[in-house]
């Protein structure tokens, strides 16, 4: 459990409010005659997402302003082109001894993707990377979450990744969420008693009434000053301290401010950390600041411009729609519609119908189908990738190459986002996984008798292997022996089970592939190149090893599988005086490596 903190002086509280000030008020300077703010860009980001005009919807003489909407569907066609959900992450590793392990651990890694709606989670996560370009993931206690990019303050905006700026997170609590953590933060019941208890979803936003108290939470990850840390933590200072940076987590309590400010009333927790806990995912690339584009900030101008010449062509259809006329003489009626029935005649001298044509009509039209295909261009969302018919006279051919040349964007925004996520459970949510896996839960997931036996002959054969060496020579015969008496030994004492397997676990160290990148077409490369080998092979031992790599590759559990008794001899090891299987045979079986057992001369 992390160490309780005191009361500190406010040294780190003035630093978060600090940064988060120039945050949220000051521009960077990312290139010559070029300022920047991530706050104000992913404000804007939001009111595109939400189809917001921020002066509302109706302009000065009261006509309604209509919004068209060019950028979500762009969106979703590359969401349904990257196509990634949770049956492409599997767990693997090289060594041949660990095809079982990879097995229960997949096993196990499905359940946990079904039951933890990591489905929803990943999905969304693409979405998010394509509209906005960026996706950050927090490691917590149980695993792993997405961060609100929106509350996410990068205080050195012209970073490349998030290892080289402090980060502060905005978050929301309520009472019941503050209160579990009144273990390892200080100052709960103070900041429960003084702080206000109105909603604001955004920093910057206004305060929103709730019948349900929340509180302002802010978690700043990155490197502070030693000396105000062990303030923070109430320990005794030394001179170097002053000059000496280390990573750190501080938690802090406030109220926002005007103007985007923050007030931090109370330090809950602070700690140092050996690393930063994000994993990051960028669509674009790096041009100087730390928030890639997306197809939101990438389509800004065209969705303006296509606001405006939908907006034009609905008033000016509005106004072409009317029938209006006119005459010099005060005399003839004021409303043909009203004043006049069928049969009447009208007496005037220049009695006629104004024209109310929109003159600019093919203008606008051809404008507007300029801006849709630039929009296309940029978002690589041709009608090939829509799913819609090409012109008429495209060749299948062509048809064929478009969809090839537009697919290759989609293999890159694969292969970027594979690598993140291979992080993320491999590092976050494997070894927690792994933990948790004993003979109880290996038959719960596989629910089959026969592959629990199988695990215990894997338990059994790691056993060998560590104490081959002080078993010494024998042969093939009496490794069977010792094998199958270890193999009752351990069924007769779970206790010996549970202290074996924790020894066997220990040297497993998966790989995350994250199987949404041309690996497929890869995969079926090397199942041809083997289905090769495997007919011009003919030694049979190297042929069926062969055959049992590619029934791994396609998911086939091969050790399941009946096979031939095994009646060819294993060669004798070579020994130096007395027979040494005759010595290995006599061992106790729960007798550790390294103290072999007396024998008689």
């Not at 066609?77 to 651990?105: C, G, P, Q, W």
């Not at 095994?566 to 106790?588: D, F």
Request: charged share 30%; net charge neutral; hydrophobic share 35%.
């Amino acid at each position: 459990m992390e160490e309780k903190t005191n009361q500190v002086i406010p040294s780190l509280g003035r630093q978060i409010e600090r940064e988060i000030k120039e945050y949220t008020t000051e521009l960077v300077n990312i290139a010559s005659q070029k300022d920047y703010s991530q706050f104000k860009l992913t404000r804007r980001i939001s009111m595109f997402e939400n189809k917001v005009y921020p002066t509302g919807k109706f302009d000065s003489q009261g006509n309604y302003k209509f919004w068209v909407d060019i950028i979500s569907p762009r969106v979703m066609s590359e969401v349904k082109n990257v196509d990634f959900d949770t049956k492409d992450i599997e767990v693997y590793s090289a060594r041949k001894k660990d095809a079982l392990r990879n097995i229960i651990v997949n096993l196990k890694l499905k359940e946990y993707l079904r039951e933890t709606g990591q489905a929803e989670e990943i999905n969304s996560s693409v979405e998010e990377g394509s509209a906005w370009g960026n996706v950050v993931w927090k490691r917590v206690k149980n695993g792993y979450e997405r961060v609100d990019l929106r509350n996410l303050y990068v205080i050195n905006q012209a970073a490349k990744s998030l290892l080289e700026s402090p980060v502060i997170e905005r978050h929301e609590f309520s009472q019941s969420d503050l209160r579990a953590k009144a273990a390892i933060w200080n100052n709960v019941e103070d900041v429960i008693k003084e702080l206000k208890k109105t909603r604001k979803p955004q920093g910057d936003l206004r305060e929103q009434e709730s019948t349900v108290p929340y509180y302002e939470i802010y978690e700043r990850n990155g490197e502070v000053c030693l000396k105000d840390l062990k303030e923070a933590k109430s320990e005794k200072t030394t001179e170097n301290d002053e000059k000496t940076y280390v990573l750190a987590k501080v938690i802090a309590a406030g109220t926002s401010t005007q103007f985007g400010g923050v007030k931090i009333k109370h330090i809950l927790f602070a700690d140092q950390i050996s690393k930063m806990p994000y994993k990051e995912y960028h669509r674009g690339a790096y041009k100087g600041r730390w928030f890639r584009e997306g197809l939101y900030e990438l389509l800004f101008d065209l969705q303006v411009r296509a606001n405006q010449v939908i907006n034009q062509l609905a008033q000016g259809l509005e106004y072409a729609s009317k029938v209006i006329f006119r005459a010099k003489d005060k005399l003839v009626v004021q409303n043909i519609i009203t004043d006049m029935t069928n049969g009447d005649i009208i007496r005037s001298e220049d009695f006629q119908q104004v024209d109310m044509t929109l003159h600019g009509f093919s203008e606008l039209a051809n404008e507007w189908n300029t801006i849709i295909n630039r929009a296309n261009e940029i978002a690589n969302s041709n009608d090939v990738i829509f799913g819609q018919s090409m012109p008429s006279g495209t060749s299948f051919r062509l048809g064929a190459l478009l969809n090839q040349n537009s697919n290759k964007l989609y293999d890159f925004i694969r292969q970027k986002l594979a690598i993140p996520f291979s992080q993320i459970f491999k590092e976050w949510v494997v070894p927690q996984l792994v933990k948790t896996l004993k003979e109880e839960e290996v038959l719960r997931l596989t629910g089959d008798s026969e592959m629990l036996d199988r695990y215990i002959d894997l338990v059994v054969d790691d056993w060998y292997v560590k104490n081959l060496v002080a078993i010494g020579p024998h042969t093939p015969a009496i490794r069977d022996t010792i094998k199958q008496a270890k193999k009752e030994e351990i069924k007769s004492r779970p206790d010996i089970l549970m202290k074996v397997e924790e020894d066997m676990w220990n040297d497993y160290s998966p790989h995350v592939a994250v199987v949404i990148t041309g690996e497929n077409s890869l995969k079926s490369i090397r199942l041809e190149s083997l289905k090769s080998f495997i007919q011009l092979e003919a030694d049979p031992m190297r042929r069926q090893a062969l055959i049992e790599e590619a029934m791994s590759m396609v998911g086939i559990d091969a050790g399941a599988l009946p096979k031939s008794p095994n009646l060819g001899q294993m060669p004798m090891m070579p020994t130096r005086g007395r027979t040494a299987g005759t010595r290995a045979a006599r061992r106790p079986i729960g007798e550790p490596a390294g103290l072999p057992s007396k024998v008689a001369s």
